[in-house]
């Protein structure tokens, strides 16, 4: 016989003791307060650590629940006081409820439910998750769910919706349907001994039907109760009960975590450091302040355009313009001077002193009717690539000035016949010499002494193809005399510009994002005459930097800067469009607006889609604590089968597809289109640098990498192994992989095929994952690349697969463009 507790211990701690339905064991609770702190942390943080690397083995057990339902027992046991920060028990109890809320096995187990009750006494609004609850048919055959979710009514004083309930139940034959049947009884005999009181009919009990199997995303009518439960926290967290109602009434196909939906009510933690705590001071008498203060536009107050002269004996005169303009260190420019410095026509010779920072940036102070702004306009056509004066000129920019301009151009300037104007009548003369004379044969000799330089590296090229048939795609050397015999030449595409000089604008144009001081950046291509306002930089690789741009006519666009200079994206997605014209697919491909080809850089313009990757997919489900839903993985594989299937039938391959070049689309009226409508909703692929058309190689080409590669590269890049296909074959692998394990794809081979290192769960369907898999990782074993019929099957089968599952897609993805505002 054990020895007698000594209740001394446990009375000293009673208001920290949480009481449990079943009762605690007083020997247990002694043992855990008698241990000193320090010792009690460090013992519970070794038993955690255990328990967590057992629950890393769930897919290897026979009843995964139970190691869940193991750790929930230690925590209550070894922290008295139930929810705290130390016990952690509400993250566990809705990891556990996460992890299982889909599984068919575990909805009808009592042990399951038992742990959602548990989550229920937490939570504020214990009737939003039996709502949830019957909603995924959690419990709905155990009487236990009707008996609880009764009480709560009965207990806030809501009798015919507990009577609701407990039919409900009888009328499902929950098990045990006995006891269900006894409890109604005696539930019957409370309520009429209770005084009548009538109540305004609320809100149905169960979602719309009064079946449990109610799976569409049908809106619920929403009550408030009169009267609530008690709340546990000890202090009530103020929650939006409007947020909540659009929540509630959404469909209640999932629900979140306790942090987020309190998010607002908390403030984020900050570092002490350089923080001032506030001191007493003396009272003093405040002085008055507008309640509203007035906007004063400081950044023109600091801009002082104009020159007060002062001459002793006279009135100041006030002269409107701004001298240093005019008197730019050491020398003196007129009008006409500044004025063609802006347009970037100024073709003085400059001084050889003058460092190369940002010449090319003028700034032109623009005057509007009532206000003033900086615009930083960059210019891409400088004449002979003469080096600007450091120093920012600025023009007053009106109609009359700039009919001022274009007249200079066209005609030589009235000078008067002095000496000292003899230099300036000769820049004039030079400058309209320069701009009306045409530039044909130059940019003809240009193109012919490229031409033959590339002949003389590349003389063998193509007997060495026909040779050996192994190829390095990302050769630039091999690219440029690819395109080089196009017939017709690249010069004959819609959109192609090209210039034969030298830019060097790439660096100026992200140090002029950089500058604090400028408001806009303006670029302008000479081919076109189209200015772009650049807002900001969206992403930088190697050698290529994407801006963000807007049109004079108000469109969005993305402007690809690369250097060195490149054409071959330009024409792989160029010969898309042209291939697939017509073709639905053409929604989900890029589309190509202009090039502008310099000799040592290039601009591609291209469509800019407004929402994230599906990388940001992954991201903004790992940040609510849950993986992507299965249903949503689907639907963008089938998008990915799809295009691949089109393009690869034309002879053009990806060659770098990953999550982040996956780009997603939802149209401008998602949210109103038909649930069996697809067409504004799916994919866009982006970054054709690396693609391959295969058409301009012999049929039995193979090639191989010359780049470092990775585990997103198939396994015969990373084996130094020849390929075609299997690169975009195993890129979709590897999407799928981060979008269901939200990590890259891992692999493994296992003497006679690749496997995935970390197998499919068996809650997911496997059915439709191990076999595609299987193929995307070995597809030259299933026959002659490229298997167009075979990626066509797989995605027959996931589209019908999918049809069962579109209304619940339906709200994912409206969720899914929510979360990426």
């Not at 008295?80 to 556990?96: A, D, F, K, Q, Y």
Request: charged fraction near 30%.
């Amino acid at each position: 016989m054990s020895d007698p507790v000594d209740f001394d211990i446990i009375e000293q701690h009673k208001e920290n003791i949480e009481p449990q339905k079943d009762g605690r064991s007083a020997s247990a609770l002694k043992g855990i307060l008698q241990v000193p702190k320090t010792e009690l942390k460090k013992q519970q943080l070794d038993e955690r650590r255990e328990i967590e690397k057992q629950l890393e083995l769930l897919d290897e057990l026979d009843d995964p629940i139970q190691p869940f339902l193991d750790y929930i027992d230690w925590s209550i046991k070894n922290f008295p006081s139930g929810r705290s920060v130390e016990s952690g028990l509400l993250p566990l109890l809705e990891r556990c409820t996460s992890h299982f809320k889909d599984d068919v096995v575990y909805k009808n187990d009592p042990r399951f439910l038992k742990v959602w009750l548990q989550y229920v006494k937490y939570s504020e609004n214990p009737r939003d998750i039996f709502v949830y609850l019957a909603r995924k048919e959690i419990g709905r055959q155990l009487a236990l769910y009707y008996e609880e979710y009764a009480n709560y009514y009965e207990g806030i004083g809501r009798d015919d919706q507990a009577t609701l309930v407990y039919e409900e139940g009888i009328r499902q034959e929950a098990r045990p349907l006995t006891r269900l049947q006894r409890r109604f009884n005696e539930f019957h005999e409370r309520k009429m001994k209770r005084p009548t009181i009538s109540h305004v009919s609320g809100s149905p009990v169960f979602p719309t039907r009064t079946a449990l199997a109610l799976k569409s995303g049908t809106s619920v009518p929403v009550f408030q109760d009169d009267k609530r439960p008690i709340p546990q926290n000890k202090i009530d967290i103020f929650n939006d009960e409007e947020e909540s109602t659009d929540l509630r009434t959404g469909g209640w196909d999932r629900i979140q975590t306790e942090q987020l939906r309190n998010k607002e009510n908390k403030m984020s933690a900050i570092s002490w450091a350089g923080e001032t705590l506030p001191q007493d001071t003396p009272v003093t008498k405040k002085k008055f302040t507008p309640k509203v203060a007035v906007f004063k536009d400081t950044d023109t107050l600091h801009q002082q355009v104009y020159k007060i002269i002062e001459v002793p004996g006279k009135k100041p005169e006030k002269i409107d313009l701004n001298f240093d303009l005019l008197y730019q260190g050491e020398e003196e420019y007129c009008l006409q001077e500044v004025l063609a410095m802006m347009r970037g026509a100024y073709t003085k010779p400059q001084s050889a002193e003058l460092t190369p920072s940002l010449e090319n940036v003028s700034v032109s102070l623009v005057k509007a009717d009532k206000q003033r702004e900086n615009n930083e306009t960059i210019h891409l056509n400088p004449l002979n690539n003469l080096k600007r004066r450091a120093s920012p000129t600025a023009t007053l920019y009106t109609k009359e000035a700039n009919d001022e301009v274009y007249s200079m151009f066209n005609r030589g300037s009235k000078t008067v016949k002095s000496d000292n104007y003899e230099d300036d009548e000769l820049i004039y003369d030079d400058l309209t010499e320069q701009i009306t004379r045409p530039v044909l044969n130059d940019l003809t000799e240009r193109v012919d002494q490229k031409k033959r330089k590339l002949e003389e590296e590349n003389e063998n090229l193509g007997a060495i193809i026909q040779k050996k048939c192994i190829v390095a795609p990302a050769d630039e050397k091999l690219k440029v005399a690819l395109l080089s015999e196009l017939n017709p030449s690249l010069n004959s595409y819609r959109g192609f510009f090209q210039y034969p000089k030298t830019m060097n604008m790439c660096n100026t144009l992200k140090k002029s994002l950089n500058i604090k001081q400028s408001r806009h950046v303006f670029v302008e291509f000479e081919g076109t005459g189209d200015p772009y306002n650049l807002k900001t930089l969206l992403g930088e690789g190697g050698f290529a930097s994407v801006y963000l741009a807007e049109s004079m006519t108000g469109e969005i666009k993305a402007i690809k800067c690369q250097k060195p200079s490149s054409a071959w994206e330009f024409y792989i997605l160029t010969q898309i469009h042209k291939r697939l014209e017509g073709d639905q697919v053409l929604e989900s491909i890029v589309v190509p607006d202009e090039l502008h080809y310099y000799d040592d850089e290039s601009y591609l313009i291209i469509d800019y889609i407004e929402k994230g990757t599906v990388l940001d997919i992954v991201n903004l489900y790992r940040a609510a604590g849950k993986p992507v839903d299965e249903v949503l993985v689907v639907f963008i594989t089938c998008e990915l089968l799809k295009v691949l299937e089109s393009i690869h039938g034309v002879g053009i391959m990806h060659g770098d597809l990953k999550a982040d070049n996956c780009m997603l689309r939802f149209g401008s009226s998602h949210d109103n289109v038909d649930a069996k409508s697809w067409k504004d909703r799916g994919i866009k692929l982006i970054d054709f640098g690396r693609s391959i058309d295969m058409t301009l190689f012999p049929k039995n080409v193979e090639f191989k990498c010359n780049w470092k590669t990775d585990s997103q590269d198939c396994p015969e890049m990373r084996n130094k192994e020849t390929w075609t296909f299997q690169a975009d074959y195993f890129g979709i692998a590897a999407i799928i992989h981060t979008m269901l394990y939200g990590t890259f794809i891992e692999t493994k081979f296992d003497g006679t095929k690749y496997v995935l290192a970390s197998p499919i769960k068996r809650y997911w369907k496997q059915e439709l994952w191990n076999p595609l898999f299987d193929f995307l990782m070995n597809s030259k074993s299933y026959g002659t690349l490229p298997l167009t019929n075979v990626l066509k099957s797989h995605r027959q089968r996931l589209e019908s697969w999918i049809e069962d599952n579109d209304q619940s897609l339906v709200s994912i993805l409206k969720y899914v463009k929510d979360g990426l505002k």
